[in-house]
C-alpha cells in the first residue's frame, strides 16, 4: 500500500506493507527516518529552509518548512518507537529546477538547514541525492527500510 507524501507534507507508519513515496522533489528536499528495532518509517516533504518568513503558515502546516517540519517528523517517529540512535536518515532533492541564474538558490538553502537541524539533533545523513537540476520521486519501503529515488531520465537509485 502506498502512502503518498505530499508537497508540504509528513507521514509516519508503522504499518508493514506501507510504502512512503513523494513525487516532484526540484528544490524541495524530501527526508525519510527509519528505525529498523521498532520498525518505525516517516518520511516529510519540506519545501522552504525557515519558517520566520511566515509564521502563521508555519504553525498552520509545519511540514512546509525544515526548521519546523524536521523536529515534528524526528517526534513524531519516536512517539511510534523510534529511538533517535537508531534512526536512520535518507534525504533526496535540493535541485536548482526554475531558478537557472541560482539567484534564490532555494534547494542549496534547503539542504544547509536541513544538515544543521540534524546536527543539533546528534543525527548524521546516511544516504543523499541532492543538487542538480532533475526532478526526482523518492521512496520508503517499510518491510526493508530500503529506500530508493527515481530521478527523472536516470532511472531508480538506492540509497
Not at 526548521?67 to 532533492?93: F, H, N, S, W
Not at 535541485?95 to 532555494?106: R, T
Amino acid at each position: 500500500m502506498n502512502l503518498v507524501v505530499g508537497i508540504g507534507d509528513l507521514k509516519v507508519t508503522k504499518d508493514p506493507s506501507a510504502t512512503l513515496i513523494t513525487y516532484s522533489l526540484g528544490s524541495c528536499i524530501g527526508v525519510t527516518v527509519y528505525d529498523p528495532v521498532a520498525k518505525v518509517g516517516g518520511m516529510l516533504h519540506f519545501m522552504l529552509p525557515d519558517s520566520k518568513i511566515n509564521p502563521d503558515r508555519a504553525r498552520e502546516r509545519p511540514a512546509v518548512f525544515a526548521d519546523t517540519g524536521v523536529p515534528l517528523l524526528l517526534e513524531e517517529c519516536r512517539k511510534l518507537g523510534a529511538e533517535r540512535q537508531r534512526m536512520q536518515v535518507k534525504i533526496a532533492g535540493g535541485a536548482q529546477i526554475l531558478d537557472s541564474s541560482d539567484y534564490f538558490k532555494i534547494g542549496k538553502r534547503n539542504y544547509v538547514a536541513l544538515k544543521k537541524i540534524l546536527w543539533q539533533h546528534g543525527i548524521l545523513i546516511q544516504g543523499e541525492e541532492v543538487g542538480g537540476s532533475l526532478n526526482r520521486t523518492m521512496a520508503l519501503e517499510m518491510p526493508t527500510g530500503r529506500v530508493w529515488v527515481k530521478i527523472s531520465g536516470n532511472g531508480v537509485k538506492d540509497l
